[in-house]
């Protein structure tokens, strides 16, 4: 039998052992998942993108740079993870690409106004991360023709490109509407605009974003051509990865989460500084502030999210800077808040 004060003092050790075995618990991120760990290993991620969509994935044919809206969510998932939002590759896909350079590992990860559908997901292999903007399909002619429905081209022909859902929704709407128009399916973007313009075709078609984007940056005269209103279909559009790395989607959603919780938080590139020192409990989870666990969830630092909005901005800054200038307008759509009557929500961050 140990004497009372030795009883004590390994008492107190073993005591001492277990709050910091439990303290190193605490302190521990979650493990990193082999996608992650090999964008740290290479000091960027390697993002499949478009090059030709103006606003959402475009590659300057001067300087090579790409800009867009779903090029800035991969630099959000890149400041996230390496806390450097220009730490990124882009492989520029096109539409028949996509699902070879998913599964052959060679992007970590898509955004690349994809449309999430269920065969995709599962002949893919992939994670779907958060819808970043709710799209649907739509049909652009020339105004000269006088129509304001798909039925009154009845009789013409239709360009379409090769791979993309436009394409399967095209052909269902034509036997929908009993119509006989003809199909041209053309292998990539540009060639299906010069298609259009070159008058192979009365129309062309694909997701309404697509079209504003090459009425802004390809047509001549943007108002020679008018997008119809009805809307064929829905085109939810959103970042992917492989499912071999559970834990390289979820810093994927999450960041996605964080760009819409942050508007709704009214932190911005601008006055992210400003919410350092607040006392609100919510926005200090959000931060990873005040000793709160926050990317340590993920496996990353614990203020990722503070890096990421200084560095890419929240989410309504990404769709003003990209989206506004082609006339993309976002309040009363289905990408405003859900606060103000659209379908962008951020599960809590707790
Ligand atoms: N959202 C649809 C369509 C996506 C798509 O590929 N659209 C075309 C027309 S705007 C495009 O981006 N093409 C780019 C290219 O071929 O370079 C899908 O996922 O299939």
Excluded at 87 to 113: C, K, Y
Excluded at 190 to 201: F, I, K, M, S, V
Excluded at 249 to 256: D, F, R
Excluded at 270 to 281: A, G, H, I, K, R
Aim: glycine share 10%; hydrophobic share 45%.
């Amino acid at each position: 039998m140990m004497r009372s004060p030795l009883r004590l003092l390994v008492v107190a050790i073993s005591l001492g052992l277990l709050v910091l075995l439990n303290g190193i618990a605490i302190a521990q991120t979650r493990p990193l998942g082999p996608i992650t760990q090999a964008i740290i290993n290479r000091g960027e991620l390697i993002c499949g993108a478009n090059a030709s969509v103006a606003g959402f994935g475009f590659q300057d044919p001067v300087t090579g740079e790409f800009t867009g809206f779903d090029v800035d969510i991969c630099r959000a998932v890149a400041a996230a993870i390496l806390g450097d939002a220009t730490a990124v590759t882009f492989r520029p896909l096109a539409a028949t690409e996509r699902q070879a350079a998913i599964q052959s590992g060679e992007i970590d990860m898509m955004s690349r106004n994809t449309t999430w559908t269920i065969s995709r997901d599962v002949d893919w292999g992939v994670i779907w991360g958060p819808i970043t903007f709710y799209d649907g399909q739509g049909i652009m002619t020339r105004v000269e023709y006088g129509v304001s429905s798909f039925a009154e081209l009845d009789g013409s022909t239709i360009c379409v490109q090769a791979g993309t859902t436009t394409e399967l929704n095209i052909t269902d709407y034509i036997t929908k509407l009993g119509l006989d128009i003809e199909i041209l399916v053309l292998p990539e973007a540009n060639a299906t605009w010069e298609a259009y313009a070159a008058g192979r075709c009365e129309s062309w078609t694909t997701d309404k974003s697509g079209l504003a984007a090459f009425r802004f940056n390809n047509a001549e005269n943007p108002a020679d051509h008018i997008i119809l209103a009805e809307t064929l279909s829905k085109e939810p559009l959103g970042p992917l990865s492989p499912q071999s790395d559970p834990q390289f989607a979820e810093i994927i959603a999450w960041t996605v989460f964080g760009l819409i919780q942050a508007e709704e938080f009214g932190i911005t590139s601008q006055n992210v500084d400003e919410f350092l020192t607040s006392t609100d409990p919510a926005i200090q989870r959000f931060l990873g502030l005040a000793d709160n666990p926050g990317g340590q969830y993920l496996g990353l630092a614990n203020d990722f999210m503070v890096t990421v909005i200084r560095q890419v901005g929240n989410y309504g800054e990404i769709y003003a800077r990209n989206l506004e200038p082609l006339g993309l307008v976002r309040a009363g759509s289905l990408n405003a808040l859900w606060t103000e009557g659209g379908l962008l929500y951020s599960p809590p961050f707790r």
